[in-house]
């Protein structure tokens, strides 16, 4: 051996034992190295044999892989109503949990700022995705425009479960209320109610969102059954009973006497305008909040009212979702889960319940999921999660 071949032995054993230390600390991942050129893992490899890397340390490296947990993100397209509000707490809340129970690494929620831009929550996706997570949920701000961002991810090998929303991709898998029958139960029985005529006024929810087309054209649809029922305005409520109160009490100055407001989780609101205004509250689709049940509880309101609303414990279903779907357990590529429908015969315990701006949300157990998933695939009644008995 050569006095200048001896004296590079020290430093390359400090390179390749701090070599062999990287690659078992490193998180092993079922997705490839799709970043790493041939000849770059050629080098990794040429290294590692070298540094004399053999059974004993790709034993420890597959010890390390089978304990690993997934990290899960979520990705939300807007957070300016009380329903996203409870749906990210709700989420977070089981996250911990199941990181707590040792089924997660760790997880991260980022919220898309704006009124549901697309444009934004792509950017924010692409640098989610720089985060490696093993799993990406997705409450959308648009059917279309997150296409290729999710195409990306699914590349990168990331489970993609997008809730809340039909999507435009093959290779997502999609958990959705159905917003028509969200739509039916807040018109039909609010029309029944006002004896199939009259003038009404339609608050629309996240206008471009994907579940606000599908429900505006039920809701359109309808409408064209009761020849005796006019609308006398239509307004963007948003969903958010702030934001329809603004909007109703802007047209109520202009528009005879109403006899109900057809909206999407907004009555709440749509009272306050009408009793700003001095007018008498008509029949609306209220919040399914603890603020606007109570409300409804301590005025007797018995005139066609409803509250219905997709259910914010989608996103803990996803939650679910993802988690059979990263052990290979089989889930179907679509599936519709029961939306919240309160009527006055279950408000009360609903009302007792909930807190001022929680919004009643499904409690979805890993069981119960399993328990839907089920259902769907069989064609069975959908599982009926229970009512909470206890404000928490």
Known sequence: MSDEFAALLPPLRRTCSLFLETMMRTRPTSRP????????????????????SGGSGADTSAKESSGDKPFIALSNGFIGNGWRQTMIAKFEAAAKQAQADGLISKYKVVNAPGENSATEQVAQIKSLLLQKPDALLIDPA?????????????????????????????????????????????????????????????????????????????????LGEYPGVKTAAT????????????????????????????????GYGVAQAFATAGKPVPAVTF?????????????????????????????????????????KR???????????????????????????????????TRELFRQQVKAVQTGGEPVRPPIPTAAG
């Open 235 to 266: 307004v963007t409520g948003m969903c958010d009973g702030a934001t329809a109160q603004k909007a109703v009490l802007g047209v109520l100055s202009s528009v005879s006497k109403i006899d109900g407001v057809i909206g999407c989780g907004d």
């Open 33 to 52: 190295w799709r970043a790493a050129s041939a000849a770059s893992l050629t080098a990794l490899a040429v290294l590692a044999a070298g540094c004399g």
């Open 142 to 222: 648009s059917p279309t425009a997150l296409k290729p961002v999710i195409q990306q991810a699914c590349s990168a090998g990331v489970t993609v479960v997008v809730f809340d929303s039909a999507i435009d991709s093959e290779c997502a898998y999609v958990l959705q209320n159905s917003f028509v029958d969200w739509a039916t139960h807040a018109a039909k029985p609010l029309l029944e109610g006002i004896g199939g005529k009259g003038d009404v006024i339609v608050s629309r929810g996240v206008v471009g969102s994907q579940p606000e087309a599908e429900m505006f054209d039920t809701t359109k649809k309808i």
């Open 330 to 364: 089989d889930i179907p590529k679509r599936m519709t889960f029961p939306i919240v429908l309160i009527e006055q015969k279950d408000r009360d315990a609903w009302a007792g319940a909930l807190k001022p701006d929680e919004y009643a949300a499904w409690p979805w």
């Open 287 to 327: 919040e399914t909040n603890g603020r606007a049940l109570n409300y409804w509880k301590d005025n007797k309101i018995d005139n066609g009212s409803v509250a219905v609303m997709s259910d914010p414990g989608q996103s803990v279903a996803a939650l679910w979702e993802a988690l059979d779907l990263l052990e």
